[in-house]
Every structure is written in C-alpha cells, then in structure tokens.
C-alpha cells in the first residue's frame, strides 16, 4: 500500500488519513473504532482523523444507533473531483499569476532534481520551440513527450532526434530519428540513462536520469552550454548517418556491432 498512500499524499492526505481512507474502500462501512484497529491508527487520533477525511470529501457518515458508521467516497468519484477542483485552481492562478514576467535569469545553470518536473520542463519547451529541436533520449523516457513530439513532426520543424536504448525489433512511433546502439555499454558508461534537449539554440535541459523518479537535469540559456549539447546530437546524427551508409565497411573494421568503435585509445 505504500505506493497508494503516496499518491494520495499528493492530492492532500497525511500518511494516517490516506490509512484511513484506503481501509473504508477495502473494508466497506465501518465504525471509528473498527476502522482505526485495521488502519492502525490509535484511537486517540482516529475520530479527528475521519472528521478531517469528511471536511476533504473523502468518506462519509452516517449516525447508527449510538454509534456512526463511516464508508469511503469511490476513488472515481474523488478523482472527477479532485481533477474538477484542480483544473478551476490552476485556472485561476494562470490568471492572477500570469501577469507577473518571468525572471529567471537563464545565463546561470539551474538545477531540476526529480523527474516530472525534468519532464514537464521539456514539455513546456517543445510546444515553445519555433524552428528547431535537438533530441538524444531514452526509449523508457520517451512516452512522456512524445505527443508533443509528434505534434513538431506535423508542423515541420527541424527534428533532430536520437533514441538510446531501443530494442532491434522495436517500432519508435516517430517518422524521422536515430537508434543508438550499444544502449547498455553506454548505461554502464555514464551511470544511468540521460537526456539532451536543445530549442532553437536558446535554451538546453541537459543531464542525467537517475531512477523513475530521481534526476540531476540542469537547464540553461547559457550559450557555451547549448553549444556543447547541440554538437553533442549532432555528433551522434553524423555517426549513424555514416554508420547506415557504409554498414558493410563499419562491420569489417569494427565487428558486427561497432563496439570496436569505442576503442579510441
């Protein structure tokens, strides 16, 4: 249950309401002693805790004889509300905020530290970008921008991208990339998986993906920054550009898969 209280810890719960609250759904009706002796909650604590769960709409009441009996609200109808709640906050915010320009000042090097927000950032930057994008991701990490990807695709820009990490057999859903082989020397060479991405030559998100949800990304404006990142893409473009036009030569010279490539000392 801990990956469940987790996320219910993001749309407002303590650890001890989430307990709560996941023990009604899997129990059904239950009385506060009832429910605090299966969530293992103390019963000191278990009766501020249900009235904190129907203030924040998650279960309801009703009185049964001398004793309430307490059920939890369907999580399809707490996550319409939540989603409802949420869109009308954000929406809001958007307007009371957005007034405000941005000063971020993009010639220092900041410092992104956990995935969705790495993610995000690079949303943010695809649906901005004009003319130009420079890619190196992983195929693990592409689902989570690959829409706006597409939607790059479809507007012609210039699309540089390369997938590391990508089984022979597997389909990219993409018109135009470069495959990176030796996926797993490279893993073993940087220590976990990474992501380049520069726009229009004005902004960098580039570095390391630790776990599914620990990165260490910088995001920059720095020119010196996005010079290294682009050429870093396009290093690799050239190569496999290279690599699919003289297969036969590369293989002779390097092995079947061009491991030997590597071997620059």
């Known amino acids: 249950m801990d990956n469940e209280i987790i996320m219910l810890n993001k749309i407002g719960l303590t650890d ?6 996941l023990t009604l759904l899997q129990n059904g009706s239950l009385s506060g002693y009832e429910a605090g002796k299966l969530a293992g909650v103390p019963r000191s604590k278990i009766y501020n805790i ?6 924040k709409g998650f279960i309801l009441y009703t009185e049964y ?12 109808e707490v996550a319409e509300r939540v989603e409802d709640e949420t869109k009308n906050v954000l929406s809001d915010l958007k307007g009371r905020l957005g007034i405000f320009p941005q000063k971020t000042n993009l010639d220092y090097i900041w410092h992104i530290r956990t995935n969705g927000n790495v993610f995000a950032k690079c949303r943010d930057i695809i649906r901005k970008t004009k003319e130009e994008l420079l890619l190196q991701i992983w195929t693990e990490d592409l689902p989570y921008i690959l829409e706006d990807i597409r939607k790059l695709e479809e507007r012609g820009l210039r699309l540089g991208v390369v997938i590391f990490g990508a089984k022979e057999d597997e389909e990219i859903p993409l018109r135009k990339y470069c495959r990176h082989g030796m996926g797993q020397e490279k893993k073993e060479e940087m220590g976990g998986r990474w992501i380049t991405l520069v726009s229009d030559r004005r902004e960098v ?5 630790i776990s599914d949800t620990i990165a260490e990304v910088i995001w920059t404006e720095s020119r010196p920054m996005i010079s290294l990142a682009a050429e870093c893409v396009r290093h690799d473009m050239y190569f496999y550009k290279s690599a699919d036009k003289f297969t036969d030569l590369m293989q002779q010279e390097y092995g079947d898969d061009l491991k030997g490539i590597r071997n620059i000392f």
């Open 50 to 55: 249900l009235e904190s769960l129907i203030q």
């Open 205 to 209: 998100v580039f570095g390391q993906i």
């Open 65 to 76: 004889e001398s004793n309430n009996k307490y059920a939890a609200v369907p999580m399809t």
């Open 16 to 21: 001890a309401e989430a307990k709560v609250y």
